[in-house]
């Protein structure tokens, strides 16, 4: 799979390397990688990929790392949370480091997924944030994802397309 490019971001698409040189995060680390980077919630992520097993199903659509074209630091991770559902349904996540936020880098990289999952044939991409995260709620409404319900935790969020049929991956 080729980098996503967006006006000031590329999106990497992790290969399985480099998924478990993220999980190990020694001492060697890449020169791309900031003191800031990868967070937890990257290396729970890579985790997930690397543990699930794939079987004979669909593939995984990748997660992607996050890198600003400027320089070509990671400033994050994005990706979807496993292959789509019968309905052709994603679920989406991201995450960028604290001197990165607040810059429009998060929605920047979710159009790009969004247009990436559109390109692959998916019907729907769905996303979640805590009540009180309010910066996320904004990242996925500044992408175009509309909030479609919520609950006593969590508001929900999600784009579809007419017409949609999901491709099939790996």
Known sequence: MNDLVTERLVLHPLSVAEARQ?????PERPVHWGPEYPMDGDRRA??????????????????FEIRRRE???????????GPADEHGSVTIGYG??????GRGYASEALRGLLEFARAQGFARVKGD???D????????????????GQDAQVVFFETAWD??????LG
């Open 22 to 26: 993220l999980v190990a995060d020694g």
């Open 46 to 63: 890579m985790r997930h990929l690397l543990d699930r097993d794939e079987g004979d199903g669909p593939g995984h659509p990748g997660v």
């Open 71 to 81: 320089d070509g630091q990671a400033i994050g991770g994005i990706g979807f949370h």
């Open 96 to 101: 960028l480091i604290p001197s990165a936020r």
């Open 129 to 131: 944030a805590d009540h």
């Open 133 to 148: 995260n309010t910066a996320s709620q904004r990242v996925m409404r500044s992408a175009g994802m509309r909030q479609v």
């Open 163 to 168: 017409g949609a049929v999901p491709a099939p």
